[in-house]
Structures are given as structure tokens and as C-alpha cells.
């Protein structure tokens, strides 16, 4: 309604017309037969809604406040407030004449009716529709499949783009672009527009009590700001390549964990920076999925505590606030291969026990090409089974080269032949009754225990003086 009030597009509608045969979806109304019908293929919950707020359908009843210029749904507060008024009762001609009689006769009055007025040219407004004509249907049904599953819908950070570019001409074509051309070409490409721009609405405002999208700031304040955002991005970058041993996000799995990262490297100096600090919060939210939902709030939270005097104390307590403890549990290893937190964990855990490859006992440091490998081979395991297989608590890290070049070994022999040390770098158990595909779970529950170890170990160093948990 506010979009067609205020004469924007609101899409067009598509219709397949057809003297063929066919079955409407509703019992009401029933289409009438006179030769040639006209369905509707694309565009029906715009059509049904605005057949419904037209005719005041209690289920959908939409109200205008002309002093707000605002549209909204009727609740209980705009029942109470006579601002608002129901928009079936100005579109209908009986009760717009009741509404403009008890309008005062004064020049509040004429600005009001001219307000009413414009909702009414509600009436004339025109939606263009496209006709599928001599199609038959089946075609027609391959039509609406192909506007509904395959259109690619836009992306938040195309239109926060879009407001900013329209505010700050050039500003993303000469500045931005080229940046995240050059984040992409260095592997942290899940390091995306938003991102940036959440961070460099902190940095310009860093004393802000709420954020300030970046097309309310002047462009001077942009400019500035999107000067220490880059800065305070490569420094992001070198802290995770220093505490992690990352060259590349293939393995860290959300590029709003860099968020905060950022807003710390960019307001603090070196000396009250604390890296270690940092990287084992980094960690656990990582596990614990601290932005897989509700990201917008609690990159709000975070970035506050980014102001706080203990920054880290701050961010560990956003992150994991009914504990009383920080660190990791079996239990947080034992999701699929989705669960990308879990799996940067295992590396955490791994790296801490002191990460060498599978096969060729080279330590795994700073390399573009980690992969992942199945302790226990997916191949060995009966095919109803098979897909238990992809669990966190059965990968190990190696080179990309070393993985592609194995077969399925069974795994009580290829493990035999690893050396213990290495074993022990990837948290292996060393009970060689486990390397069986029949004692799977055993094997994955000892390991569970092993990687919540590692990674609680590497939190000890990381975050001394916390109280980190215990995996038993």
C-alpha cells in the first residue's frame, strides 16, 4: 500500500490466457466459463492482499495516519489514537464523505483532506501485466516455476550499496570495490560489504550508542573512517594469520566474526590491543555460532563491548552468557560437516596439539590448501550407514595434495603406520582396538574428548587468567 501510495513499482503481474481446460486452486470464486479465462501466474498474495485491505477485511485491516504520512497494520495502540484511520473507510465513497465532514474547517483541515486525498489515488493506480498468450499448460506451470525458484533475490549488502553509493557519489566505485576486490584475491571473501561497512559505521562514531548507516554520515566522516576500516582490516587479517596460522577463510566460516576484530584493531592502540585476547574469543564464538542467527543483534552487543573497559571480558561474557565457564564439551564436536563452528574448533584443537599432515608428517602452517580427510573411510562403511560418517569428529586436516593422492585403506592399517606424534598432533586416540569402522563411535566419542582438550588448552594460553572448563 505505501509503495503503490507513493507511485512506486510494485512488480508486474503475470497471467496465462487460455481457452484450455483447467482447475482453479479456490472454490471461491469460481471463474466463470466464457471462452478465454485469464489465470493469474505471478502476482497473487499482491492482488489477494490488496483486494482484502479494500475491502476492510478485518483479518488484514491497514490504517493511515495523514500527520505521520505512515501506514500500518490496526493493533491496539492505533485503535486508541483517532490519528489513524482504517484505509477501506477513505477508498469507499460513503464513509470518505462522513471522514471529510468532521474535518475542521481550517487550514489543518485542508492538509488533511489533500493527505486523504492521496491515499485515494490509491484507485488509479495502474499495474502493468504481462498476458502468456497460445501457451499451453504446461508451459505456463514452467513459467511460474522458473519466477519462483530461480530468480536470484538481492542481496542486503547490494542495497546498503545502493543507499550509500546514491549518498556518496564514487564512494563505492573508487573506494570500496576495489578494496573487497583485493580482500577476495587474498582468500577472505566471506569478508563481504556489510562487513566493512558495520565496522566503518563504528569506527566513524566509535562513542555511538546505536550504529548510524553510512549514507546519515557526511562524506568527509566516510572518508575517514573507510581510511582506518582498511587499515584496521589488514590488521584483522594479520592477527588471524598470527594466533590461527590462516592464510585464507576456507576454515574460519563466518566473515562477521572480523567484525569486532576490526572495530578493536581500529580504536585501540598497540599496547592496549590484547591479539591473544582476541583470537580466544574469536574461537568460541566461532564454536558456539555466535552470528548464525539474530546476526544483526549481536554484532550490536559485541561492538559495544568493544567500547567496555575489559573488551574481551565483555565479548567472552556476550558470547557465552549462562555459563560460568568458557572452553568446549565432547559434546560441541559431535554435529555433521555443516557445523563450520565446530569444525574451526577442530582446528583450534588440533593446531594447539601442534597440527602435522596425515601422511607426510609436515607440520600444516600458514598453507592455502588444507583439506579434509575421513579418519575413517566413508567408502568402508555399509551404505545405509555412510552418511554418519560425515561427522565433525571424523576429520582430520591435511594438504590438498596429500588427500587427493589416498584410496580407502582400512584404517586400523594406515593409522598403524602414522606416526604417534602425529597421531597425537590430530587428536587421534591411540587405542588401536578403535581404528575399526564396527567400533566407529567409540572411536568418535574418544576423539570428541580429545579435540574438547586440545581446544580448551589452546584457550589456557590464549585467555590466562579466565576460567576455562574442564572437557570432562
Given amino acids: 500500500m505505501d509503495s503503490i501510495y507513493r507511485r512506486y513499482p510494485i512488480s508486474v503481474l503475470l497471467l496465462w490466457t487460455s481457452d484450455a481446460e483447467a482447475r482453479a486452486r479456490r472454490r471461491e470464486p469460481r471463474p466463470v466459463r466464457s471462452g478465454t479465462i485469464s489465470w493469474l501466474i505471478d502476482g497473487q498474495q499482491r492482488v489477494i492482499t490488496l483486494s482484502r485491505i479494500l475491502s476492510g477485511d478485518e483479518g488484514i485491516d491497514v490504517v493511515f495516519n495523514p500527520v505521520d504520512d505512515e501506514f500500518r497494520l490496526s493493533n491496539a495502540a492505533t485503535a486508541k489514537d483517532n490519528n489513524w484511520v482504517r484505509v477501506s473507510e477513505i477508498l469507499d465513497e460513503d464513509s470518505y464523505r462522513q471522514i471529510r465532514r468532521a474535518l475542521p474547517e481550517t487550514s489543518r483541515g485542508e492538509r488533511l483532506e489533500k493527505q486523504f486525498d492521496r491515499v485515494r489515488s490509491i484507485l488509479d493506480y495502474e499495474i502493468p501485466a504481462v498476458r502468456m498468450l497460445n501457451y499451453e499448460f504446461e508451459e505456463a506451470v514452467d513459467a511460474f516455476t522458473r519466477i519462483n525458484t530461480l530468480g536470484v533475490k538481492l542481496k542486503t549488502e547490494d542495497i546498503e550499496s545502493a543507499r550509500v553509493a546514491a549518498k556518496h557519489t564514487g564512494f563505492i566505485a573508487d573506494e570500496v570495490a576495489p578494496f573487497v576486490g583485493e580482500l577476495r584475491r587474498e582468500g577472505f571473501s566471506r569478508l563481504n560489504v556489510m562487513h566493512l561497512f558495520r565496522a566503518c559505521a563504528f569506527i566513524a562514531l566509535p562513542d555511538g550508542r546505536s550504529r548510524t548507516p553510512l549514507n546519515e554520515l557526511t562524506r568527509s566522516e566516510v572518508g575517514a ?208 582396538t578403535l581404528w575399526r569402522i ?35
Fill in 225 to 432: 573512517a573507510w581510511t582506518q576500516t582498511k587499515r584496521a582490516t589488514k590488521e584483522a587479517i594479520a592477527l588471524v594469520r598470527n594466533q590461527f596460522g590462516l592464510v585464507n577463510m576456507d576454515i574460519l566460516w563466518s566473515g562477521a566474526l572480523l567484525v569486532p576484530v576490526i572495530a578493536l584493531c581500529a580504536t585501540k592502540s598497540a599496547r592496549q590491543l590484547d591479539p591473544k585476547g582476541i583470537a580466544g574469543w574469536l574461537a568460541m564464538a566461532a564454536l558456539l555460532h555466535r552470528y548464525s542467527k539474530s546476526s544483526e543483534s549481536a554484532l550490536d552487543q559485541d561492538l559495544k563491548a568493544c567500547r567496555a573497559d575489559d573488551p574481551i571480558g565483555k565479548l567472552l561474557t556476550n558470547v557465552r552468557r549462562d555459563f560460568e565457564f568458557f572452553g568446549a564439551t565432547a559434546t560441541d564436536f559431535a554435529g555433521r560437516l555443516n557445523d563450520k563452528g565446530a569444525m574451526f574448533a577442530s582446528y583450534v584443537a588440533c593446531r594447539e596439539m601442534g597440527l602435522r599432515d596425515l601422511f607426510s608428517g609436515e607440520s600444516i602452517l600458514l598453507q592455502a590448501n588444507v583439506d579434509r580427510h575421513h579418519l575413517l573411510p566413508r567408502a568402508q562403511f555399509p551404505e545405509k550407514s555412510r552418511a554418519g560418517a560425515d561427522t565433525i569428529a571424523n576429520i582430520a586436516f591435511v594438504t590438498g595434495a596429500a588427500n587427493r593422492s589416498l584410496g580407502a585403506p582400512s584404517p586400523d592399517v594406515y593409522l598403524a603406520e602414522v606416526g604417534e606424534q602425529v597421531r597425537q598432533s590430530q587428536c587421534i586416540p591411540n587405542d588401536p
Fill in 438 to 472: 564396527d567400533r566407529a563411535e567409540e572411536f568418535w566419542e574418544a576423539r570428541r574428548e580429545l579435540l574438547a582438550d586440545g581446544f580448551n588448552a589452546a584457550l589456557r594460553k590464549l585467555l590466562p587468567g579466565r576460567r576455562i572448563k574442564n572437557a570432562g
